[in-house]
């Protein structure tokens, strides 16, 4: 059964989930929202839980909120942890780095970008970057848990992405941060994602104006 993800032609809260996809080599189509009629229907035929996007079809389900999206593809995938140990620990780690990710969701969009990019330099770097320092020094397999790919590890990854798209040279300070954005970025699914078409760009003034008036 075909694997369909609704959302906007842009990266947004459906980035997270277009990384899980490529992380568990999950082919999948996009359905992207056209305007605010679209939006509408969707709403109407009941696909939409809360009444807001990301939506997933697969597996004979539709899925929305994009965390839990994601938690299912990782529970699917065996990327949740292999004991209820580890698995307590990646869910610590991934929301750890999901408020990390967060903070750059805002980037383009609100109209005080610049006081949150200095929020973001000033107080974010510094409260989240050590800890995750902290975490991979304590992992001799350069993942955050156990010796191979979790949920966690793509989240990290996605907000280090947005680090170094709008602070060029943050991670040098981290070196085992940086190193482990190098790893993530070769393995061969994500780094197929990341150089092919599905792999959107950063947002643009016209793409969010597209965004809120099919939102407003």
């Known amino acids: 059964m075909a694997v369909e993800l609704t959302y906007f032609e842009g990266r947004g809260l459906g980035e997270s989930v277009r990384f899980m996809l490529a992380a568990t080599g999950t082919e999948f189509t996009e359905t992207f929202l056209k305007d605010k009629a679209h939006m509408t229907a969707l709403r109407n035929d009941g696909d939409l839980m809360f009444m807001q996007v990301p939506l997933l079809k697969i597996d004979g389900l539709k899925l929305v909120q994009s965390q839990a999206i994601c938690r299912h593809l990782a529970r699917k995938h065996g990327m949740d942890g292999k004991t209820p140990e580890d698995k307590a620990r990646v869910d610590m780690i991934n929301e750890g780095a999901r408020d990390f990710l967060s903070k750059f969701f ?32 304590s992992n001799s397999s350069g993942y955050l848990v156990g010796d191979g790919l979790t949920i966690a590890d793509v989240t990290l990854f996605e907000a280090l992405l947005n680090a170094e798209d709008n602070f060029p040279g943050c991670l040098d300070k981290s070196p085992k941060v940086k190193a482990f954005k190098a790893k993530i970025g070769s393995l061969p699914r994500i780094k197929a994602y990341l150089e092919g078409p599905q792999r959107k760009p950063a947002p643009t003034p016209e793409y969010v104006k597209h965004a809120m008036s099919v939102l407003s």
């Open 106 to 137: 805002p980037i383009g969009f609100a109209p005080n970008t610049e006081a949150i990019k200095e929020d973001i330099k000033n107080k974010h770097f510094v409260r989240f970057l050590p800890i995750f320092e902290k975490l991979l020094a």
